[in-house]
């Protein structure tokens, strides 16, 4: 039941989180040099549109930083469920004192 109620639908939504990461880290990756050598000698305004290659950088090391965060997530929550499977499992035999199993 816990793996139906909570490991389940958080360990979907974490995984739909981690796709859509990748997809902005990859998206961000394959334009990161578009329009560099064409804007390298303006100068920056406020709002620009486009952004400069520094924050191209920095948007790629926050996605990369949340993306390990998230599956960090994942495995948290796949090691605490496996901790708890592990006890219902043994409990029985620590009870009885068959400790060869």
């Known amino acids: 039941?816990?793996?139906?109620?909570?490991?389940?639908?958080?360990?979907?939504?974490?995984t739909a989180q981690i796709a859509k990461a990748d997809?902005?880290?990859?998206?961000?990756?394959?334009?990161?040099?578009?329009?560099?050598?064409?804007?390298?000698?303006m100068p920056q305004e406020e709002g620009d549109d486009r952004p400069e290659l520094l924050e191209k950088l920095t948007l790629l090391k926050w996605i990369f930083e949340t993306r390990e965060s998230l599956h960090r997530a994942i495995y948290d929550i796949l090691s605490d469920r496996n901790t708890r499977y592990r006890e219902v499992v043994l409990t029985p035999y620590r009870l009885s004192g068959n400790n060869e199993k």
């Open 23 to 41: 997809a902005l880290y990859d998206n961000l990756s394959k334009h990161l040099f578009d329009n560099g050598q064409m804007d390298a000698d």
């Open 1 to 14: 039941q816990f793996q139906n109620e909570v490991i389940r639908p958080l360990n979907d939504l974490l």
